[in-house]
């Protein structure tokens, strides 16, 4: 397992942008796919994105698709979640997450999670 500190969360207008950050403790942070998932009050936590661990594919829930662009420096044991022309529907907390392989689902395969960060678009 990794430790994992998100950051970057915070408050923006409707349209804005905002910069996620995942911090990984340990020299494996490269052996692991990554991925992005988030959750809204009342509704369950679902996925945003995820990375393979050479950053050779990426993939998105379509309601992100275009928006949002996932990337990470294995150097800096950092995985970033660039998200544009922020809307209302994407206010949640956003959790990064670790594990063997890039996919969507299910959860259970990602071993490791952070504490999550909050963003919350205002219209």
């Known amino acids: 397992q990794v430790r994992l500190v998100e950051s970057g969360g915070g408050l923006v207008q409707a349209g804005g942008s905002l910069r996620l950050s995942c911090e990984a403790s340990?020299?494996?942070?490269?052996?692991?796919?990554m991925g992005w998932f988030r959750q809204a009050p009342g509704k369950e936590r679902e996925f945003v994105a995820t990375i393979t661990r050479s950053s050779t594919n990426t993939y998105y829930a379509d309601s992100v698709k275009g928006r949002f662009t996932i990337s990470r420096d294995n150097a800096k044991n950092t995985v970033y979640l660039q998200m544009n022309s922020l809307k209302p529907e994407d206010t949640a907390v956003y959790y990064c997450?670790?594990?063997?392989?890039?996919?969507?689902?299910?959860?259970?395969?990602?071993?490791?999670w952070g504490q999550g960060t909050q963003v919350t678009v205002s219209s």
């Open positions: 340990g020299r494996t942070f490269s052996s692991y796919a």
């Open positions: 997450a670790a594990g063997p392989v890039a996919v969507a689902r299910p959860e259970s395969l990602y071993h490791s």
